[in-house]
């Protein structure tokens, strides 16, 4: 219950942070847009339902979309990092790992190397999958490389800020259901 109401918590302060205020921040450079609410979908449990988690990203998505007045813009490449996410952590940890001992994805559960390789590289998808829907067209392609990795490099940093101010403490999941 008490997962439930952290998470409950989460959705509503990301949301509230993209939107009031790193959404207010003007482009810098016309390249680095600084998006950080997708880490909410990145800090669920391990082992959440994979059909939750896409509902999950869906609302949560659509939440972004609907107070920055953008609908669908965001809802995408939430649904598709939700999507990917389990393939991913299957891929760079091993099945009888630390997901089994651990509740969710955080640097003291996954190590600093595999947890900055899970964040950087659904950073990456995200951001590149929602450069490409913002700008539907491929004249420059250096533009929207540029564009992409500027803002993945915005987000890591913000995420890495996230970590330093919500210590999060690797919590042992238990037997007790």
């Known amino acids: 219950m008490i997962s439930i109401l952290k998470n409950i918590a989460r959705f509503v302060l990301f949301v ?17 847009v600084p998006y950080l ?29 609907y ?11 939430c649904v598709l990092i939700a999507y990917l996410r389990p393939f991913i952590l299957n891929l760079i940890i091993r099945q009888e790992g630390n997901e ?8 003291s559960s996954m190590g600093f190397t595999l947890y900055a390789l899970y964040v950087g590289l659904l950073a ?25 990795m500027a803002s993945t490099v915005a987000s890591l940093i913000l995420i890495g800020i996230s970590e330093m101010l919500m210590q999060r403490k690797g919590q042992f999941r238990t037997n007790a259901g």
């Open 16 to 32: 509230l942070i993209q939107v009031f205020i790193l959404n207010r921040v003007p482009p810098l450079h016309q390249f680095i």
């Open 37 to 65: 609410y997708f880490l909410f979908i990145l800090w669920l449990p391990f082992t959440i339902n994979r059909v939750l988690l896409l509902l999950i990203a869906f609302a949560f998505g659509l939440s972004v979309d």
């Open 67 to 77: 107070f920055s007045g953008t609908l669908g813009l965001h809802t995408a490449p």
């Open 100 to 107: 089994l001992s651990y509740n969710e994805p955080s640097i």
């Open 124 to 148: 990456f998808i995200h951001n590149l999958y929602l450069v490409v829907i913002e700008w539907l067209q491929f004249g420059d392609v250096l533009y929207l490389l540029g564009k992409v």
